[in-house]
């Protein structure tokens, strides 16, 4: 199938993208990897008046690596990211979970922040940026507001960013202290959207035991979901603590629907499975680490 008709527009600063969008207003979409969107066009399920094309924007591709985290631009591409060494020391979590995105010539294309406005529930980058508490900065014409995960993803495939705006940066904060990073996942086929999904963060004392627990699920709910399973871990040693404990808390915590693809307990076995083999790495993870960095 084809799109239906659209006017293209090829702004060459984010002012001038800024301007289109907030003259088209609902009947604009803004492109930059096209890996989702231009899909959706094809099968008519999107059909905007007006595409803005943001490729030619220049200073939105950046992959920066700060202190406390990284910092990703709006055209950046998930392979991009996923190569990046600094951003791989700084936050592993990105790495691990990026593989496991679609294959990698959509990964060299598609783009880690559109892949978050698209807030597609199945999407690996969204449990990554919920689980690290991350942010992401969306610009207007004359002004520019930051939004935390927890607000940012509103519903499957509804996010924050209005009509008008331009998602220009994710930021997806380092971990603190001795802190290991997994992810696990199960699919029909290698490529496709994850009929579960599991990143976890395990944080150790001095001691090698644990101090916090906490896992980001995708394939769940209508947004990626966040548990806390630190107290089913605390105070025990990486290498032997109670993961099965935790993986049925995660059970009793998520409520998925069913659909073609899995039934909903099946959904609900996978995640507290997944719950237990992304802590258990996540732990090894941590207690390799040096100075607080995965090894």
């Not at 290991?180 to 009929?195: N, P, Q």
């Not at 976890?200 to 548990?227: E, F, M, N, Q, W």
């Amino acid at each position: 199938m084809k799109p239906s008709p659209f006017v293209y527009h090829r702004p060459t600063t984010l002012d001038q993208a800024l301007e289109i969008l907030a003259e088209v207003g609902a009947d604009g979409k803004v492109l930059a990897g096209g890996q989702s969107l231009i899909p959706l066009m094809s099968m008519r399920l999107a059909a905007p008046a007006h595409l803005v094309d943001i490729n030619h924007v220049d200073g939105l591709d950046r992959v920066e690596t700060e202190r406390d985290g990284v910092r990703v631009g709006a055209t950046a591409r998930h392979a991009a990211v996923e190569r990046n060494p600094a951003a791989f020391a700084a936050v592993p979590l990105l790495r691990q979970a990026l593989v496991h995105v679609a294959h990698p010539t959509i990964r060299n294309r598609g783009t880690t922040v559109g892949s978050l406005a698209h807030a597609d529930p199945s999407g690996e980058m969204t449990a990554v940026l919920a689980l690290l508490g991350g942010t992401v900065t969306l610009a207007g014409r004359g002004s520019e507001r930051t939004v935390g995960a927890a607000d940012f993803f509103q519903g499957p495939l509804e996010s924050a960013v209005r009509p008008d705006e331009v998602a220009v940066e994710a930021f997806f904060p380092a971990p603190d202290g001795r802190t290991g990073s997994a992810w696990a996942e199960v699919s029909r086929r290698h490529g496709d959207y994850a009929v579960c999904g599991v990143g976890a963060l395990v944080t150790l004392d001095d001691d090698l035991r644990v101090t916090a627990s906490v896992v980001g699920l995708i394939s769940v709910g209508p947004t990626p979901v966040v548990v806390d399973v630190s107290d089913a871990l605390a105070g025990q040693p990486h290498d032997t603590a109670d993961v099965v404990a935790a993986g049925a808390l995660v059970r009793a915590a998520v409520d998925p629907e069913p659909d073609i693809h899995a039934t909903a307990e099946y959904r609900r076995h996978l995640a507290g499975a997944l719950t237990e083999r992304a802590l258990r790495d996540a732990a090894r993870a941590a207690g390799a680490s040096v100075d607080g960095g995965d090894a």
